[in-house]
């Protein structure tokens, strides 16, 4: 009988599915701006922060260090692949490694860009504060009013009234100008946004087919259940 060695601690594994779960609940209401894909996309940044602070104080095969190379090693790593002759790990491997480091900068990316855009949007989540235009707003509010209070008195001459209406339709027409601009600046930062989004999850999407891939090659050339290794843990020695 083959001896199994405990390698994916709990915490990886759990990891490791609920974060698969979650970025196809994420991926598939995208285009629906559903409720399930602002949650999921905050599941799926928790995970990420969880992750990386279990990549430091975790179990051996789940530390950085325990995996993560330097792009010489990964190199090396990739070429032993294509000439059939790679070395086993028990945890992850170089290429394995550096895939992990890409796919959790790019759910960074594609979470925190999120989050981006769903502040400009809806003006809601962690990037939310007070519009420039709702400030713009409140200002303008706040002037007419201070504006009538002060500009009709009984006591003011015609000329008086008449140069007050001419500041503050000056005063408006600004504001209304000012508006105008930060709208279009809005208009461009969000275009920014989404474009970054997008190409994250692209990104994310290719990544995602060559972490498969690469599985079922390491499984092949090793011998190893992968897969299974990620339910129950084990691992052959």
């Known amino acids: 009988m083959e001896k199994q060695v405990y390698v994916w601690d709990k915490f990886v594994r759990l990891f490791h599915w609920l974060l698969l779960i979650l970025f196809c609940i994420s991926y598939l209401t995208g285009e629906q701006e559903h409720w399930l894909h602002t949650y999921s996309g905050y599941g799926i940044f928790t995970l990420v922060c969880l992750r990386i602070i279990w990549g430091v104080v975790g179990s051996q095969y789940a530390r950085f260090g325990n995996f993560v190379r330097s792009p010489k090693a990964v190199t090396t790593y990739l070429k032993s692949i294509f000439s059939g002759t790679p070395k086993r790990y028990l945890g992850h491997n170089p290429a394995g490694g550096a895939m992990i480091i890409m796919l959790l ?27 420039q235009s709702a400030v713009a707003a409140e200002i303008h509010s706040g002037s007419d009013d201070d504006d009538f209070a002060s500009g009709y008195d009984e006591m003011k001459e015609y000329d008086e009234i008449r140069e007050h209406d001419e500041i503050r339709e000056h005063d408006e027409i600004r504001e209304h100008d000012e508006i105008r601009e930060h709208d279009e600046e809005e208009s461009e930062e969000e275009e920014f946004w989404e474009e970054v989004h997008e190409t994250a999850v692209n990104l994310m999407l290719l990544l995602i087919v060559l972490h498969v891939l690469g599985v079922l090659i390491a499984s092949r050339q090793h011998r190893d259940k992968l897969i299974k290794a990620m339910f129950t843990g084990y691992k052959k020695g």
């Not at 790019?106 to 809806?122: P, Q």
């Open 105 to 131: 900068f790019c759910l960074l990316l594609t979470t925190l860009s999120g989050m981006k855009l769903y502040a400009i949007e809806e003006g809601k989540g962690p990037f939310a504060f007070a519009s």
